[in-house]
Each structure stands twice: as structure tokens, then as C-alpha cells.
């Protein structure tokens, strides 16, 4: 085996102004690839990317806010959780 691993071709189509924009980048499969790793990354592990929950998360989300919180960084301004169950040892 040469160690490369085997590859699989993925097309989607664009629109007319997606593909402009893409027209000057000099290595668009690498530069779609990178993207498209960076936004998986991103996703919300939840919904992973669609915004929304289904009904069986949505029950799990609300146990889990029972001792969670979201809270907005005072420093970077960014939302997070919050662990709150350690506040409520009896």
C-alpha cells in the first residue's frame, strides 16, 4: 500500500455567486475541505448544526439545565454552561 488513504469524490452544485467567489482560490477542493472540517468542528454536539432539537433532546436538555446555566463571559463576551450542581450540596 503507498499509506494514502482511500479517497471518495463528493460533488454538491453551486449558485452562480458561490461559484465566482470560489473562482479565484487557487486549491478550492482543499480550501472546501478545510471549511467544511472547521464547521463540523464548530457544530452544536446536540443538534449537530441544525439549530434544532428533537423532542427526546429537548427532554434531555431540560434535566440537564436543571443544574446547568448559560452564562456570557465577562471577559470575552462569549456564552457558555455553567455548572451549577455543586451549588446545591446539601
Known amino acids: 500500500m503507498n499509506g494514502k488513504r482511500k479517497q ?4 454538491f452544485k ?4 458561490l461559484s465566482a467567489a470560489l473562482a479565484g482560490i487557487p486549491n478550492r477542493s482543499e ?3 478545510t471549511a467544511i472540517l472547521t464547521a463540523l468542528k ?4 446536540l ?4 439549530g434544532i432539537l428533537t423532542p427526546e433532546q429537548q427532554k ?13 463571559c465577562e471577559e470575552c463576551h462569549s ?4 455548572c451549577t450542581a455543586a451549588h446545591h450540596e446539601d
Do not use: N, Y
Not at 47 to 50: D, E, F, S, V
Open 8 to 11: 471518495e469524490v463528493i460533488t
Open 14 to 17: 453551486v449558485d452562480e455567486a
Open 31 to 33: 480550501f472546501i475541505r
Open 42 to 45: 464548530a457544530a452544536c454536539p
Open 47 to 50: 443538534c449537530r448544526g441544525t
Open 60 to 72: 434531555h436538555w431540560q434535566e440537564f439545565t436543571q443544574h446547568h446555566t448559560i452564562a456570557k
Open 79 to 82: 456564552f457558555h454552561l455553567v
